[in-house]
């Protein structure tokens, strides 16, 4: 497909997103299983969508549980160290042995703790007017996102533009792909991780500057397409 040979043409030979969330999550597919069914009890009438998927998997690369919840975030029994009287660290903060009872609850805590907040991001994200139309498959909305990128195109990249009517191809046959996991799965993971920035930032209207710029980046690679 066009989408395709868009994504071929950008990433070249990149490594899986899914590959490098194995590699930096142990229980990534356990929590990536986790989020996704807490969003379908949070939203039956939605429940899980083609493409959430991957959504879910930037939210854990970047949500490890050492990193974003300390010891004194997750386990309980550190709030009643912290209110003891007793003088010295957090006896709950103390190395403890792999196959200790207290090790393994912490590791149940901090990845349920992860899974919590990973669920809470993706309700929040879904909840942006874009995304929310894309994965209700609200087709008159969808709609007019492709008729405002249509002429935003026309506007930026006249010739191209052109070139694409003149072909046949429409916006919507290269934008769902992108826009139902923001880039996540068209461009390599390092570029897709800095579009998140910026759309985490900036919102939805980042993501048709985003689309445009990609395009205007390999204009001269589509303009030699003739079927």
């Not at 009890?41 to 991957?54: D, E, I, K, R, V």
């Amino acid at each position: 497909t066009f989408s395709k040979w868009i994504a071929d043409t950008t990433s070249g030979r990149h490594r899986a997103l899914y590959d490098v969330a194995s590699e930096r999550a142990k229980d990534g597919d356990e929590c990536l299983r986790r989020v996704l069914g807490a969003y379908a009890l949070h939203n039956p009438a939605l429940g899980y969508t083609q493409g959430m998927s991957f959504i879910v998997a930037m939210l854990l690369l970047y949500t490890e549980p050492e990193e974003a919840f300390g010891e004194a975030r997750a386990p309980a029994a550190c709030a009643a160290c912290a209110a003891s009287s007793a003088a010295g660290p957090c006896a709950c903060a103390a190395p403890a042995p792999a196959a200790s009872a207290s090790s393994v609850r912490r590791l149940v805590v901090r990845s349920l703790t992860r899974t919590r907040f990973c669920a809470g991001l993706l309700v929040n994200l879904l909840d942006k007017s874009l995304l929310k139309s894309m994965f209700a498959m609200d087709h008159e909305r969808m709609q007019q996102y492709w008729e405002v990128y249509d002429a935003l195109l026309a506007k930026r990249l006249p010739k191209l533009h052109a070139h694409l009517t003149e072909l046949g191809i429409s916006p919507n046959q290269y934008l769902m792909d992108w826009f139902f996991t923001v880039f996540s799965r068209t461009v390599p993971l390092e570029l897709s991780s800095m579009l998140w920035d910026h759309f985490l930032m900036e919102g939805d209207s980042f993501l048709f500057r985003a689309a445009l710029g990609i395009v205007k980046f390999i204009e001269p690679k589509l303009m030699v397409v003739r079927s």
